[in-house]
């Protein structure tokens, strides 16, 4: 991330095709399902908006955590299905000059020389435009697909991380910048000096190398990580230039940034080593207008919708839940499910004493991030104001709403020309890399 200060701007894609968004007005009702012109569309929109990157999560699941089965994830296509989103890159990238890709993949089920292997042959076809998001995977039966059942304790799969980032980094420098040689009259392919075995043999991971890849156009592509706990931040702190971290209040996210600047520093870097893109919602209209279409959302869904959504993501069987449960009784629950405990815990620090289980199921439905309504000079404001507050590291990335794609094309057309006026975010891009334009 170097010395930018600009805002950086992603959007979260991960959930777009599901989630009750498939039917909402301004969703992306019509398109063939999950075919790729759906896809190239929102890369041409949000090109014109010079994003910096297109985001897509990972969940390789059909979850059973409501009611224990999967009738209801199935029946209302909640985080269901979930395709290897691997392939549409390539073709986003061929619609959209410059935008870049970050693709999730877990240091948990993904073997270290896979990810090096796939991420830096992925950068050679985007021309360096690709990014790591490690995550170490906090779903139950995608840990049962991948042979876990029961999903490894967090603590061991953050330890498998700390390795596994180490080795994919290793594997990333296994070849020098030089070493392709390419001489058409001797024949010589490439150096056998500037080509070295890794020979890592770790508490994990066995792996010899060198990687089999030439060095890709970023030599190594961007690392990202999300996972807020304690030790998300650690191993932020250690390995990511990016961390995706969702909070919800700028109280919250400060402390999250001295959290990770103290992180960084324990592993000898700083600060502007490591950028936060902040999860937001943004909606260019009246605050009375954003509620509205909120509460027609909300009403035209299956009344258990927000407790399987929160099932869904926290591991917790909330149909056994009585919904007047005060969120603050369930914090054991949710730890014990060895989950997505970090976002849970500032779920319940900036929610207040009071929020019931249930109430906090319907807003989350709508609100998952800090919510930014308004015009677009009010909007822009508030974006400025969690931008200072944070430190001027790093951006924002719009998560999956429930109007999706046309909250991104509201913004695309009334925010950012804002944003561009008053010099926060860039007019174009700054170089063919990601990390080109990461560090402009
Ligand atoms: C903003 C954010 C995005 C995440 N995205 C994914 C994802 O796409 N796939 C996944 O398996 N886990 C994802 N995770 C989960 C983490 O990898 C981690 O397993 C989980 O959050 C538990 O760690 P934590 O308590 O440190 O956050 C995400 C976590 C956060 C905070």
Redesign the pocket.
Known sequence: MTESRSIHLAADL?FYHTDFVWRSPGGWQGHQYLGPEFYEDIARLAARGVFDMLFF???AETPENYGGNHDASVKWGMRWPKHDMTPMIPLMARVAENIGFGM?M?TTYHNPFHVARLFSSMDWITGGRMAW?S?????KN?AANWGYDPILP?DV?YDMADEHMEVVAKLWGSVEQDALIYDQVSGEFADPSKVHLINHVGEHFKVKGPLPVLPSPQGRPVVIQ????G??LDLAGKHAEMQ???NRTIESMKKHRTDLDAALARHGRSPRDCGVLW?IRAQVCSPAEAEERDRKFVESLPPQAGMIMLSNLLGVDFSTVDGRTPLSEMVERVREQQ?????FQDAVETSGPDMTVEQFGRIYLTDQAIKVVGTPKQIVDKIEEIHEATGENGGIILEGCIAAPDELREFVENVVPELQRRGLSKKEYAGSTLRANLEA
């Open positions: 991960s999560g990972e969940a999730t877990s998001n995550v170490t995977s906090g779903y995608e967090k799969r999300a996972g807020q706990s030790r998300g995706f971290a969702i999860s989950g997505h405990f970090g976002f």
